[in-house]
């Protein structure tokens, strides 16, 4: 039976989805603003003020920024270390929290008191410097790959959604005859497909995004990732050097088209994974 709706809730609705929508405009402006941006021309660019479309729509933006041969090596070095990163960061974040959702196994306190403990205090800026110039990783991507493979938080997620599977599946395989690394791959694995995407996303997202890392370990432009690529057009200085003068008055346009451009990847990858995403987040949070 349905139930009927008072002034009340009603009211509460509706203030709710005005919130909601307000919020959502706030949030999805500067991406539209950089659309728009990147669609006008560089003298209309300049002029500043709130654009709802785009001023004397043209492309000569993207075709300035495609003409680079600076952004397909960023391009490349971001899907390269965000590929990696997701795929390994997955499979080492499983197995270590699939270890420690297992509280028979020895040592189990003592390393969920590290993971915990990692969360809240790291080594700092200067000493992980030199660890990481110390292995002869300045300048390579793999620098970028392996601190950022397993992170605490996404190890506690993935462990509360191991403990919270029933037991009964792994005796049941134990039984049979399976040893733990056939029941961790062919039974685990496989049902944990929600808190996998939601862990992959965020290790994917965190990668193409990574800006210190990269600002801090890289030093040749053949290793330079797209935010590295998009600080140098905010200066101007790739611009300079694919049109042979400052440019100052196209900058603007051409950051916006390098945004959308650098951006487009994640928004394409969101949708798919989207219905795995919430679903992941939940289950992973209700036993600890």
Not at 25 to 47: D, G, I
Not at 214 to 224: G, K, Q, T, V
Request: glycine share 8%; aromatic share 14%.
């Amino acid at each position: 039976m349905k139930v009927k709706k008072g002034w009340g809730d009603r009211s509460f609705d509706a203030i709710n989805i005005l919130l909601l929508a307000i919020v959502s405009l706030v949030m999805l402006y500067p991406f539209w603003h950089e659309l728009c941006l990147s669609l006008s021309s560089s003298t209309e660019a300049t002029r500043g003020g709130i654009f709802l479309l785009p001023r004397q729509f043209t492309t000569g933006a993207y075709r300035q920024v495609m003409k680079s041969s600076f952004i397909w090596t960023s391009y490349y070095n971001s899907i390269y270390c965000a590929v990696l990163t997701t795929v390994i960061g997955m499979f080492f974040t499983a197995m270590l929290a699939y270890g420690l959702s297992k509280k028979g196994v020895a040592g189990n306190r003592f390393l969920s008191f590290a993971v915990v403990f990692c969360m809240i205090f790291n080594g700092g800026l200067i000493p992980t410097y030199l660890t990481v110039k110390d292995l002869n990783l300045i300048d390579n991507l793999w620098a970028l790959i392996l601190m950022a493979i397993v992170t605490p938080y996404n190890t506690i997620i993935m462990k509360n959604f191991f403990s919270a599977m029933p037991a009964e599946l792994e005796e049941a395989a134990f039984i049979d005859g399976a040893g733990p690394l056939r029941i961790f791959f062919q039974i685990i694995l496989p049902l944990s497909k929600a808190v996998l995407a939601t862990v992959g996303l965020w290790l994917a997202v965190a990668s193409w995004n990574n800006f210190m890392g990269p600002l801090i370990y890289m030093n040749s432009r053949e290793n330079f990732t797209l935010p590295l690529y998009i600080r140098q057009v905010i200066d101007g200085q790739l611009l300079a050097r694919t049109t042979g003068e400052g440019a100052q008055s196209a900058v603007e346009s051409v950051v916006g088209a390098t945004i959308i451009v650098s951006i487009a990847p994640i928004l394409c990858v969101y949708p798919f994974l989207q219905k795995y995403f919430v679903k992941g987040v939940m289950i992973g949070s209700v036993k600890g």
